[in-house]
């Protein structure tokens, strides 16, 4: 082609762009343009120069972290980025000249076109109508505009459906006719929300639990109960209980009292012995239907296998449970058929009833006593047993003491697991009176609140707290692994978790079992994905976060932080706002779409 030809052939072009940037605009305007005046390069950490002329500049009102368009000229496409400098300057300054006397009131030297940077983040071809990272040459003079917000987040990749947290934030504005969505595919990658307090992270994963997902939520402050109150229809609420809870409290008043503390905590109508159901207490809160769950853990079920609930064991002790309570079990068996052989005719039935009542405080201090009809007058009594009418006491303290001594443990870790033993003790999170089971039945329910505020209130133990989730984590967990062995397709759970550290510690700060921690992370988050689990975790303490929930997030809610997170995190470019950033604004870094500042939606 001929020179005159080309010309022609992109004045075309430059037109076509312009039109092309007003109809994609949001106002139908162009604010500004591609400098001339530097190269300009597309590439990693290249920004974009734009020109902007005095009179655009005074409309547009351009600001800092705001999202705009550049419309390229010779290959059509539309590339979205974030201001990330803006330079105004007076006239003398771009002349060089300075002023002899001091600081005359000049305005028509102010006059001058202001120069900003964008960061590209992703284009959409508008030739192919493909969208992807910003990799397209940007040609000089490009139009740049602010986009329609349905443009805006298309070239985003924000999904169309899904969970509605948010609006895109430009600028330091809320675009209120934007939706900032998570659809199932992102929720069943997993999430994690990295916050300082009273940054949102709450309020965040309040949105989630009151959508239209089925969701699993662990509460410790009471927080989400008392939503799912304002919020929620119908709901279950697991209360795990302690026996501090009820001490002075005659057997004959329970469940009732259960459902009574919980109405007076939480404002709900105090329940009857009529709603007292067979595996719980139906309680109405401010017009809603709650379903409660007083629950405790029973140790003989779990004692077995007991390190598998039990993250803070240490890794030593966990490595050695399973031959201690082989051990253990076996005298434990042993000595009761050499002790009872003579007055029982089924010593079985009795060590079946040991096994099934003994506690933690059995194993350390307390004796254990049992019910039976002996045959037998009088008293009988041995180093380890008492047998008196119908009555038989068993010193399980000694018989387990003894095993740890076969066993030649070492002293560090005899005391872990003492140490462990006495914590369970004192919290009594077991074996707490007339509490109802736990049926996967209740996982039919769309709403399920772990109300673990009555645990940190009777017990102040991170540990109690943390064994009572990961007993109810197995089970969720046992549940949709048997739905997904059978074949039967179950609807995506949501499993939430706010102050996520201490459910899932790093294992090289505290005493905690790595073998144990991250197996149930993996569990939840590799296995679960197809088993339809997905995990939404915060945190406020990123470094006292396990590892591996960084790793297997792949999305990341960054919200108000420190710059030293950030850094870590591989948001330091985004230190400017997010240090000082209002409550709700956050940066999105998701495998599905580019990084979006939002503004989560109000708990209203």
């Not at 009594?381 to 399980?396: G, M, P």
């Not at 387990?400 to 070492?410: D, N, P, S």
């Not at 406020?540 to 932080?561: A, C, F, G, P, Y």
């Not at 599905?592 to 989560?600: A, C, E, H, N």
Request: glycine content about 4%.
């Amino acid at each position: 082609m001929e020179e005159e030809e080309i010309i022609s052939e992109l004045n075309k072009k430059v037109e076509e762009a312009d039109n092309d940037a007003k109809s994609l605009s949001a106002d139908n305007s162009i604010i500004g343009r591609v400098t001339r005046y530097e190269t300009v390069r597309v590439g990693e950490r290249n920004y974009i120069g734009i020109d902007i002329g005095f009179e655009d500049y005074m409309r547009s009102n351009i600001k800092m972290d705001e999202y705009l368009g550049i419309r390229t000229i010779v290959h059509p496409a539309l590339i979205i980025g974030r201001v990330i400098s803006i330079s105004r300057s007076d006239m003398l300054a771009t002349l060089r000249i300075r002023e002899i006397s001091s600081y005359p009131k000049d305005p028509a030297t102010i006059m001058t076109d202001t120069f900003i940077e964008i960061e590209p983040i992703a284009e959409k071809d508008l030739v192919k109508g493909v969208i992807r990272p910003a990799v397209s040459p940007i040609d000089p003079q490009s139009p740049v505009i602010r986009p329609k917000s349905e443009i805006l987040e298309e070239i985003l990749g924000i999904p169309k459906e899904g969970i509605t947290i948010g609006r895109i934030y430009s600028g330091g504005e809320v675009l209120e006719d934007t939706e900032v969505k998570l659809d199932e595919e992102i929720l069943r990658h997993h999430v994690l929300i990295i916050g300082t307090t009273g940054s949102g992270k709450t309020t965040l994963l309040k949105t989630i639990t009151s959508s239209n997902v089925k969701v699993f939520v662990f509460d410790r402050q009471g927080d989400f109960v008392r939503h799912a109150i304002n919020k929620i229809d119908e709901f279950v609420v697991i209360m795990p209980v302690t026996k501090r809870m009820i001490e002075n409290v005659p057997s004959k008043f329970l469940p009732l009292q259960y459902g009574e503390k919980f109405a007076e905590r939480y404002g709900c109508e105090f329940p009857t012995e009529y709603d007292i159901k067979q595996n719980e207490i139906l309680m109405e809160c401010k017009g809603k239907v709650v379903h409660l769950i007083p629950y405790s853990i029973r140790f003989g079920e779990v004692f077995p296998t007991l390190y598998k609930i039990a993250p803070y064991m240490s890794e030593t002790a966990t490595l050695e449970w399973d031959a201690i309570f082989q051990v253990f079990s076996s005298m434990l068996e042993n000595t009761l058929e050499e002790k009872l052989k003579d007055y029982v005719s089924d010593v079985r039935e009795i060590i079946s009833k040991v096994m099934e009542n003994i506690e933690p405080e059995n194993l350390i201090f307390k004796e254990l006593k049992i019910e039976h009809d002996f045959e037998i007058k009088g008293t009988k009594t041995t180093d380890v047993i008492k047998i008196s009418n119908n009555l038989l006491t068993v010193y399980v303290n000694k018989i387990f003491t003894k095993a740890l001594e076969e066993l030649k443990l070492f002293p560090q870790t005899k005391n872990s697991i003492m140490r462990v033993i006495k914590a369970f003790a004192e919290s009594g999170i077991f074996n707490v009176g007339k509490t109802f089971h736990f049926s996967e039945d209740f996982f039919k329910y769309n709403k399920i609140i772990v109300d673990l505020t009555w645990i940190l209130d009777y017990s102040a133990s991170v540990q109690a707290m943390a064994t009572i989730a990961y007993k109810l984590l197995s089970d969720f967990y046992n549940w949709k692994d048997k739905l997904y062995k059978e074949g039967k397709v179950s609807e995506l759970t949501l499993l939430i978790m706010d102050e996520a550290h201490e459910y899932f510690p790093q294992t090289t700060k505290v005493e905690a079992s790595k073998e144990i921690v991250e197996g149930l992370i993996n569990r939840l988050m590799r296995l679960g994905r197809v088993r339809n689990i997905g995990v939404i975790l915060a945190t406020h303490v990123s470094d006292d976060l396990n590892e591996l929930i960084i790793q297997l997030t792949n999305t990341k809610i960054i919200m108000r932080n420190d710059i030293s997170i950030l850094k870590k995190l591989g948001f330091e470019d985004y230190a400017d706002i997010l240090q000082i950033a209002p409550v709700g604004v956050a940066v999105i870094r998701s495998t599905k779409f580019s990084d979006v500042l939002i503004r989560t939606l109000s708990d209203s």
